[in-house]
């Protein structure tokens, strides 16, 4: 039996603004540990083999940061704390229950549109 894959991907925004910068950002002085708190948890419950934590860049939800994405099922989490963390660990991914209410809103989150959609929009195909 190989090494098994992931079951889930977070992807937690790690994107630091510079002073002055109009545009919120989702890692600040009060919310620069959330990443290692998700980690820390994930190791704490045995998971961390089987939930990949990624640090990535700008996420573009910055107005409702902190913010992190649950994959598979492009799950955005917003205004994230260490207290949210803790329960979408342990409901939606050991309990396999999607925390709706700390999801972000439809009007900045709707259906994705397909690569070949997208350039019809934009006239190139």
Known sequence: MGIPQPAFYIFKCEQSSPPGMPKPSCVNENTRDLFQHLGQRLMEKGLIATVQPIRTSCLNRCQLGPVMLVEPGHHMYVELTKEKIDRIIDEHII???????????????????SPIEMMKMAGKA
């Open 95 to 113: 309990g396999g229950k999607v925390v709706e209410e700390y999801l972000i809103p439809e009007d900045f989150w709707d259906k994705a549109i």
